[in-house]
């Protein structure tokens, strides 16, 4: 059963039908434009939105789109909040322009001083202002002072706040397996923690850690090379049972031993 899991990774924007053919994988992430920029989404793809998604229908892949990294949706400061707001309801147009299953946002954060209270409830209310028209899933991050969704009990925090939210039934959970670790959450019991807390693990980003647990460093590393227990990365894709993204450094070859990895494990 788990062996049918669907196992891609994140690739360039330019042409990810290729990208997908080239590492023989049923689904790709990539960028819309500048992820550390607040300039809108940009399709890359030759042919435009319409001919991308056409082309992923063809090939039978599935593409996700991640949002820019700059995006702060809990920030208390007004001038990162609002065009973080900006920036989302784009690129979930842009991606549900091109068919996607998907888009990615980090969970953010408030200041350091902040109550993180503040944090949870802009969540709510920037799914209440969002037009939420594919599925939005929120990821946990590895760092950060006051962060939304590094630590189990803030995500059920999260959780709680958008749960009340018009259109949080579009709104899931992508688990990282970097971050859980270097955020200091247990892989061991990681799937099941945030099951009770969302309900739901829509995407899993599998990735080794170059840095210890709890480190609260994003550094991913390709399997094996990191500090992740390989039988537990294991388990943790496939209790989840959710398409998998290895953010993974390299190109097509290196992906293709990441794949080869993770299935000879699963
Ligand atoms: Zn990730």
């Known amino acids: 059963?788990?062996?049918?899991?669907?196992?891609?990774?994140?690739?360039?924007?330019?042409?990810?039908?290729?990208?997908?053919?080239?590492?023989?994988?049923?689904?790709?992430?990539?960028?819309?434009?500048?992820?550390?920029?607040?300039?809108?989404?940009?399709?890359?793809?030759?042919?435009?939105?319409?001919?991308?998604?056409?082309?992923?229908?063809?090939?039978?892949?599935?593409?996700?789109?991640?949002?820019?990294?700059?995006?702060?949706?809990?920030?208390?400061?007004?001038?990162?909040?609002?065009?973080?707001?900006?920036?989302l309801q784009q690129h979930l147009d842009a991606a549900a322009s091109i068919g996607a299953k998907g888009l990615i946002v980090h969970g953010g954060h408030v200041n350091k001083a902040d109550d993180p209270e503040k944090g949870f409830d802009n969540w709510r209310k920037a799914i209440e202002a969002t037009e939420i028209s594919i599925p939005l899933l929120i990821e946990n991050t590895a760092g950060g002072?006051?962060?939304m969704t590094r630590y189990l009990d803030r995500i059920g925090r999260v959780w709680d706040a958008i749960s009340s939210a018009e259109g949080s039934d579009m709104v899931g959970f992508c688990l990282d397996t970097?971050?859980?670790?270097?955020?200091?959450?247990?892989?061991?019991?990681?799937?099941?923690?945030?099951?009770?807390?969302?309900?739901?693990?829509?995407?899993?980003?599998?990735?080794?850690?170059?840095?210890?647990?709890?480190?609260?460093a994003d550094r991913h590393a390709n399997f094996g090379a990191g500090q992740i227990d390989a039988d537990l990365l294991a388990a943790v894709v496939r209790d989840a049972g959710a398409p998998v993204v290895c953010e993974t450094p390299g190109g097509a070859a290196e992906h293709a031993a990441d794949f080869a990895w993770l299935r000879e494990r699963l």
Not at 60 to 70: E, F, K, N, R, T
């Open 1 to 87: 059963m788990s062996s049918s899991l669907a196992i891609g990774a994140h690739v360039d924007q330019t042409d990810p039908i290729a990208e997908a053919a080239a590492r023989r994988a049923p689904l790709v992430q990539f960028f819309l434009g500048d992820p550390q920029g607040y300039k809108g989404p940009e399709i890359a793809y030759e042919g435009g939105a319409d001919k991308l998604r056409a082309d992923a229908e063809a090939a039978g892949v599935d593409l996700y789109v991640h949002a820019p990294y700059i995006i702060n949706i809990a920030t208390t400061n007004n001038r990162i909040r609002i065009p973080s707001r900006k920036l």
């Open 145 to 147: 002072e006051n962060a």
């Open 178 to 216: 970097c971050h859980a670790h270097a955020g200091g959450n247990a892989l061991e019991t990681v799937v099941n923690d945030v099951r009770a807390l969302t309900g739901r693990i829509d995407l899993v980003h599998c990735n080794d850690s170059r840095d210890a647990f709890d480190s609260g």
